[in-house]
């Protein structure tokens, strides 16, 4: 059964309020009604009968339709006003109509009653659930509007902290020494550091259209595309070694080192690549692996010498030739010199390299030391030594290590510089500071091994050269240069000779 309907009649006239009653009744709607005459019945009937719908009469003693339409609808907009009269017209009932009343019905067709009331009660019904829906509506709207204002401001934030991290990243990258870019997972190069602009000479244009291969050696192009490759696959990163050409066409030996960069969940994001430049540390490598080569042949040659000696020794023990002895034992003695100098060497050089290098220091007369260093040497009159300069300068340094740098300076223009029959040795004295200079006019040293030449176990002859040597003389004088506070240097023409010079201050320090 259909819900109860509660129906407010605002009629004065009795007899039409039980007409409509009955013609309601024969509707056969389920309702209760209740009639009211005047503007307070109304008004109360309104709070507390609680209607669902209104029949109204036009013309009512006390006030008209329209007020009490105009009541009803100030407090209760939904609820369905239908005017039921004789007397309205057409025009009044449209005005109204345009106001908000529901409907209007003629009393003379109150057969059409039932209808007009459903007909309202859907609108009515209709109205509630699209208001319902349309509350809904803007509700969802209003979330969705959250929602995506939400979502928009976590993208801002995200995209500010994702520049912010890259920045973060790039501006790190610039602080390393080394040449870093980075590489996307499938390698392509996205970011190069001002490195490598700075050790290329490429601009970004040029970076761009030519790149990495350009300036890798032709030789290692091939090892470092296949390593590059490689790492790639197995995304757990790799090192290898190749040449890369400077902006001065120089190329020099770089570790190449790709590292995968991983987000929070684990998935790889991209590669990070430096290009470290390891060319002194090959050259040095390389120096040590001649150097055991030289030094095993170098002591080599005095032993077997020795070794000779004393075989011949034994065999003539018994009966000597006259004089063979002595020259037996003076050819033994020099070669146990020559190993003896070579060990002293090898153990002046580690002791240097590791800052034990002793010196003690005393006041002398720097002339008289020097002329000590070539009286053996211009014995057999091969060559002349001559010292120029300030005879009197006195230093305060170890003369016995003093000795020694001279001494190699002079061994070795006689050893580099063989057809140099001359050699001279100048003290000046300027400022506080005494400078010693041994100088030859021998073939000289290139530029690019000149600079090299105070190095540890350099030696600007290749390996192969018919000069003996370990490469730890220069280096040994400039330790105990720098042990007395001087200076140490080479200067040298190709085809006019060289200069090696030291200096040392002149008063005690
Ligand atoms: P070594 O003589 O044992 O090789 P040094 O340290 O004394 O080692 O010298 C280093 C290198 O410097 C030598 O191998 C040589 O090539 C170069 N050198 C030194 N003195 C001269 C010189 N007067 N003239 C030409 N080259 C020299």
């Known amino acids: 059964m259909a819900p109860n309907l509660k ?3 605002l009629e004065d006239n009795e007899s039409d309020a039980d007409l409509l009653k009955r013609e309601l009744k024969k509707s056969g709607l389920n309702f209760t009604a209740e009639v009211v ?3 307070s019945t109304f008004e109360n009937a309104l709070d507390n009968f609680d209607p669902d719908l209104i029949l109204s009469d036009y013309s009512l003693p006390s006030f008209d339709a329209a007020e009490a339409f105009q009541i009803k609808h100030n407090k209760h907009p939904d609820i369905p006003f239908i005017i039921i009269s004789g007397t309205i017209g057409e025009e009044n009932a449209v005005e109204l109509i345009k106001a908000g009343v529901t409907d209007y019905i003629s009393k003379s067709k109150l057969f059409t009653l039932s209808t007009k009331i459903n007909r309202a009660l859907n609108d009515m019904q209709a109205r509630k659930e699209k208001l319902i829906t349309d509350e809904k509506l803007k ?7 959250e929602l995506n204002q939400e979502l928009e401001a976590r993208v801002a934030h995200r995209t500010e902290a994702l520049a912010e991290s890259e920045s973060r990243f790039r501006s790190m990258m610039e602080t390393i020494p080394q040449i870093a870019w980075t590489n996307t997972i499938k390698g392509e190069v996205v970011f190069y550091n001002q490195r490598w602009y700075d050790y290329t000479g490429f601009n970004d244009q040029q970076t761009s259209a030519l790149g990495f291969k350009a300036v890798v050696h032709p030789d290692d192009l091939k090892i470092g595309f296949d390593q590059f490759s490689s790492i790639l696959k197995t995304g757990n990163g790799g090192e290898f070694q190749i040449r890369v050409k400077r902006a001065d066409e120089l190329y020099r030996w770089h570790l190449i080192r790709l590292m995968p960069i991983m987000d929070q969940q684990g998935l790889m994001q991209l590669w990070v690549g430096t290009a470290t430049d390891i060319q002194e540390l090959r050259l040095l490598q390389q120096y040590k692996d001649d150097f055991i080569i030289i030094a095993s042949h170098e002591l080599k040659t005095p032993i077997t010498s020795l070794r000779g000696s004393l075989q011949f020794l034994d065999r003539i023990k018994d009966n000597p030739p006259s004089g063979a002895l002595s020259k037996l034992i003076v050819q033994a003695n020099r070669g146990l010199e ?3 100098t070579l060990i002293e060497d090898l153990l002046n050089s580690s002791m240097a390299n590791q800052g ?3 010196i003690r220091q005393h006041h002398f007369n720097l002339s008289e030391v020097i002329k000590d260093c070539y009286q053996d040497i211009i014995k057999d009159g091969s060559y ?3 010292v120029e300069g300030d005879m009197q300068v006195e230093v305060f340094a170890d003369h016995v290590r003093i000795e020694q740098i001279v001494v190699n300076f002079i061994n070795n223009a ?3 510089a063989p057809e140099s029959k001359e050699i001279r040795i100048c003290i000046d004295k300027k400022d506080g500071i005494v400078k010693v200079s041994v100088i030859d006019q021998g073939p000289g040293i290139p530029p690019e091994k000149l600079r090299y030449v105070f190095d540890r176990y350099y ?3 290749s390996s192969g050269s018919h000069y003996t040597g370990l490469g730890l003389g220069l280096y040994i004088c400039s330790e105990i240069i720098k042990k007395h506070h001087g200076q140490i240097g080479a200067e040298s023409e190709l085809g006019k000779g060289s200069t090696f010079w030291f200096t040392l201050p002149a008063e005690s320090i």
């Not at 509700?139 to 509007?145: D, G, H, K, R, W």
């Open 7 to 9: 129906i407010l009649i």
């Open 37 to 39: 005459q005047t503007r």
């Open 139 to 145: 509700f969802i709207n209003q979330e969705l509007l």
């Open 338 to 340: 020559k190993v003896n």
């Open 356 to 358: 034990q290098l002793h």
């Open 384 to 386: 002349t030594v001559n």
């Open 414 to 416: 006689i050893k580099y």
């Open 459 to 461: 030696r600007a002859e």
